[in-house]
């Protein structure tokens, strides 16, 4: 069975300092990745996709993910948090030639000021 | 520019009552998605919908149903509630896209919290 696995639930890091939310699938097939963000008391809205071609994807809020086959991982990174980013974060996997996306376990992402 | 609406924010109700959860999305989707989100579990999938009248089981689908009447509503209902159904309700829509173009990117309502006592 397909699953994604987010390794820290919780990461505090302060304002301006880089940071990096963890993820990595078990798939035996070629997928679509996501990243979608929830800020407190709202649903989840979607931050950014792989679905192929270069593996470096970027956001428009300076997010910025690399897919790596070999490692089945897709890290979020940022060179530098605002407190605006506070939000849960939650990694997606979509196979190819399926409509049922999977959910990771989301991380907390705080930004201290 | 609210394109999926869940028409309950929060929600308290008591054990052993009918609870429904009505979404509605303006995006002519022909999937749409229920899925309940609690700490440290992430999203799971309770039901889904590939068009009118139709639905699928997700992976927890035990203790609920769903209704689609119509393309833009996708109703999840709790027959009878029990506090273990205390949770973020989440609900999705996609395009039914299956080239890579879509990619069925969800988009997802605010959320019920529903309380059951």
Known sequence: AQSVTQLDSQVPVFEEAPVELRCNYSSSVSVYLFWYVQYPNQGLQLLLKYLSGSTLVESINGFEAEFNKSQTSFHLRKPSVHISDTAEYFCAVLKTSYDKVIFGPGTSLSVIP | ?117
């Open chain 2, 1 to 117: 520019d609210v394109k999926v609406t869940q028409s309950s924010r929060y929600l308290v109700k008591r054990t052993g009552e009918k609870v429904f959860l009505e979404c509605v999305q303006d995006m002519d989707h022909e999937n749409m998605f229920w899925y309940r989100q609690d700490p440290g579990l992430g999203l799971r999938l309770i039901y889904f919908s590939y068009d009118v009248k139709m639905k699928e089981k997700g992976d927890i689908p035990e203790g609920y149903s769903v209704s689609r009447e119509k393309k833009e509503r996708f109703s999840l209902i709790l027959e009878s509630a029990s506090t273990n159904q205390t949770s973020m309700y989440l609900c999705a829509s996609s395009p039914h896209e299956t080239g890579i173009s879509g990619a069925n990117v969800l988009t997802f309502g605010a959320g019920s919290r529903l309380t059951v006592l």
